[in-house]
């Protein structure tokens, strides 16, 4: 058995972290709304390909972490502020052109434009800085070795989480493509796009100054 102070990160840290990423990947935000809008429309691979943009994203801001700038960001009242109002007004634009091809056939979609957007998605999020900035220092331990390489390990860990939950929320989304494609499916699209907007204004309200 490895002793405790030989672990690469605190082991008695690792679960109550795990429980915690797992909770806040759980919780809808802009990621989830808009994966099972874009499943829903335009299939399960265009979901996976913005899981894939998503993923990016995170690993963005973890690297940012590791070297201090998602710190310096969140010290910066304007740069945080800009960050957090672009981020709403893209979430709002994706879900006015979600209701607007609602109607219609989805128009198709190239390979990479998922994975942009969904990179977009995340960058805009203030969310997912914050995240990097004030939960994750909670769970490294200086003697457990340097903050760059425990905040490496916790980071990919929750990483791996979120392709987990975010994966699950393509699949599930995914079941209601044949649906999609009847006219009742108009409504489930319209309701999705519903969702993003209503997720856009609930991202506005919780990361209020």
Known sequence: MIPHDLWPVDPDALVPFLLAVTFVELTPGPN??????LTASHGRSAGMGAVAGVTAGLM??????????????????????????????????LGIEAW????????????????????????????AAVF???????????????????????GSAHILVSIAVHTAVVLAAA???????SAGGVRV?????IGICVTAVWLLWETRA
Not at 100 to 127: I, M
């Open 100 to 127: 607007r091809g609602a109607g219609g056939d989805p128009a198709p979609v190239g390979v990479a434009t998922p994975f942009w957007r969904g990179l977009s998605v995340n960058l805009l999020n203030p969310k």
């Open 189 to 193: 699209r319209r309701g999705l796009a």
């Open 32 to 37: 989830m709304a808009y994966l099972a809008a």
């Open 60 to 93: 963005v801001y973890m690297l940012a972490s590791v070297a201090g700038v998602a710190s310096m960001v969140a010290a910066m009242p304007g740069v945080y502020g800009a960050l957090r109002i672009a981020g709403v007004l893209y979430l709002a634009w």
């Open 132 to 154: 990097y900035v004030t939960l994750l220092p909670g769970f490294i331990k200086p003697e457990h070795g340097s903050f760059e390489r425990q905040a490496l390990l916790l």
């Open 175 to 181: 079941r209601f493509t044949q649906y999609a494609a």
